[in-house]
């Protein structure tokens, strides 16, 4: 089932850090991109592997339906931040038909390194909060299950709408609590324990269990779905709106005006 919610309180807040430190992992936020991009580096071998367990082998075709709701058209120039392995880039040049119309961006070597992508895809290192790219470029940017790892979603969402060129769409997707204590005590107790369990036994690098159970308290701890649709308002997008599929899987979308 999905269903769309709409930013409904233009004044409120707006969001810088998306979560809380959380000081289990590491001592503080000044410590935690540090340390967030040293798990990525370490556990990008084992990464594609681990995410066909989560998303129980559907992961591609989601993702390729997603972009394709979102307005992904042939004739595109498209900017994938937090392009991590390549999930969401490779999807959208099926869309597009043409690899070299998509650029995708990550801050982590070791995910660049292991992403396996069509020939013609730019790649290009760096963060979503300083995108080393021109002004308007880019007819559509998405962002695949990364928000919650920048430091800054305010200052990420201006680079965002910096980038776009007038009419350009953001596509944002990620994993959100669902509604009522028993769904959330099971999805919880799918990629805190489950999932992390499964990797100790199939994983290359033994940390790789580690940084999956860090998700789940990422994906517990964001910023409300209401205050990210705020924090786009405020850079300036409109037509804000958030669709949610099967309870989880939140897709925000936005337009920079034309």
Known sequence: MTMTTRSSNPSDEIVHAPHPPLTEYYDSEEDRRNWVG????KTASDYDRMERILGLGTGSIYRRTILGRAGLKPGMHVLDVGMG???VAKQAVRILGDASKVT?????????????????????????????LPDARYDFLSMGYSLRHVSDLSVAFAEFHRVLKPGGKVCILEITPP?????????????????????KLIASNRDTALLWRYYWDTIEACAAPE???RTLESAGFV?????????????????KPL
């Open 38 to 41: 040293e798990q990525f580096n």
């Open 179 to 199: 509604q009522g204590k028993i769904a959330t005590a099971l999805l919880k107790g799918y990629c805190k324990y489950a999932v992390p369990t499964l990797a």
């Open 227 to 229: 205050n990210v649709l």
């Open 104 to 132: 995708g961006l990550d801050p982590s070597a070791g995910m660049i390194r292991n992403a396996k992508l069509p020939a013609g895809v730019t790649v290009v290192e760096g963060r979503a909060e300083l995108i080393p």
């Open 85 to 87: 392995t390549g999930l």
């Open 239 to 255: 037509n804000v709106r958030r669709t949610v599929d099967l309870g989880i899987f939140s897709t925000y979308l936005a337009d």
